[in-house]
């Protein structure tokens, strides 16, 4: 059973950068052909991908995002990170990881979420 584990620091402060990683358990990152994604959730709002990050380490992002965004990986703790900088109020919201399987063209497996508040 593969599953996806979110963790983040819950409150950042304006201007700061938020790093959140996501632990998999039971699917290894590098595993053929899948993509590991990050997807937020505003308040109120519809889901967004941020980015996402392949089995080869090939990094992709969001046009909207992709000046403050990065994604990396540690493959020794099956875990990646999204870390997004100078973050606003705006940026509250939940944030998932999710793989994306392109067999299915779908995501298969989601983490259950974090929440994150950007106040001062």
């Known amino acids: 059973q593969v599953q996806l584990q979110e963790s983040g620091p819950g409150l950042v402060k304006p201007s700061q950068t938020l790093s959140l990683s996501c632990t998999v358990s039971g699917a290894s990152l590098t595993t053929k052909y899948y993509y590991w994604s990050w997807i937020s959730q505003p308040p109120g709002k519809g889901l967004e991908w941020m980015g996402a990050?392949?089995?080869?380490?090939?990094?992709y992002y969001s046009p909207s995002l992709e000046s403050r965004t990065s994604i990396s990986r540690d493959t020794s703790k099956n875990q990646f990170t999204l870390q997004l900088r100078s973050v606003t109020p705006e940026d509250t919201a939940v944030y998932y990881c999710?793989?994306?399987?392109?067999?299915?063209?779908?995501?298969?497996?989601w983490g259950q979420g974090t929440q994150l508040t950007v106040s001062s």
């Open positions: 990050i392949a089995y080869s380490g090939t990094t």
């Open positions: 999710a793989r994306f399987n392109p067999n299915t063209n779908s995501y298969d497996y």
